[in-house]
Antibody, heavy 119, light 110 residues
Framework: QVQLQESGPGLVEPSQTLSLTCTVS??????????WSWVRQPAGKGLEWIGR???????NYNPSLKSRVTISVDTSKNQFSLRLSSVTAADTAVYYC???????????WGQGTLVTVSS | QTVVTQEPSFSVSPGGTVTLTCGLS?????????PSWYQQTPGQSPRTLIY???TRSSGVPDRFSGSILGNKAALTITGAQADDESDYYC??????????FGGGTKLTVL
């Protein structure tokens, strides 16, 4: 059974770059027609789709974040990563990684990791 | 900018039936948007309920069903139980591989 786990710094300074990694276990990140996505949720607010990557390297990003987001994949490590540049307090959120099926369904999900932007 | 709309809150009596909807700020939702639905309780990751409009995710009881009602996607919960009290989010897949979440519906069972 595929499982996902986010990792990365819990605190990032304003204007710096947020970097997170999602490690996939229980299956190969390259198998099946799946995308690998990032979603975030500020405290007390709703979910926001950040973007996704296919194992070929093809990406899709939320237009509102596109200028600051980079998602990459390392199939040798069974991982994919998120980089969000020029962060502000508004980027403080729980960040989730999730597998995304070819028809939009997202799951399984990682447990989420809280990233706080503060000096 | 495309906005996906959901009822902010809804309540249902135990054993009752409730239908939550997912619409577009402009236009109609169809199966071409591959609507999916997620349940989230505080402090937990989302749980996938429905994808591609109608398909229940593995392990999801058949009390949960997805459909298109009029110009919106819909999630119907029959025989509501106390542990159905959660936040429910829909997602629509737009063109160019972009997904948009609705604002979520807070469901109260009382």
């Amino acid at each position: 059974q595929v499982q996902l786990q986010e990792s990365g710094p819990g605190l990032v300074e304003p204007s710096q770059t947020l970097s997170l990694t999602c490690t996939v276990s229980g299956g190969s990140i390259s198998s099946g027609s799946y995308y690998w996505s990032w979603v975030r949720q500020p405290a007390g607010k709703g979910l926001e789709w950040i973007g996704r990557i296919y194992t070929s390297g093809s990406t899709n990003y939320n237009p509102s974040l596109k200028s600051r987001v980079t998602i990459s994949v390392d199939t040798s490590k069974n991982q994919f990563s998120l980089r969000l540049s020029s962060v502000t307090a508004a980027d403080t959120a729980v960040y989730y990684c999730a597998r995304e099926g070819p028809y939009g369904g997202k799951g399984p999900w990682g447990q989420g990791t809280l990233v706080t932007v503060s000096s | 900018q495309t906005v996906v709309t959901q009822e902010p809150s809804f309540s249902v009596s135990p054993g009752g039936t409730v239908t939550l909807t997912c619409g577009l700020s402009s236009g109609s939702v169809s199966t071409n948007y591959y609507p999916s639905w997620y349940q989230q309780t505080p402090g937990q990751s989302p749980r996938t309920l429905i994808y591609s409009t109608y398909t229940r995710s593995s392990g999801v009881p058949d009390r949960f069903s997805g459909s298109i009602l009029g110009n919106k996607a819909a999630l119907t919960i029959t025989g509501a139980q106390a542990d159905d009290e959660s936040d429910y989010y829909c997602v629509l897949s737009l063109g160019s591989g972009i997904s948009v979440f609705g604002g979520g519906t807070k469901l109260t069972v009382l």
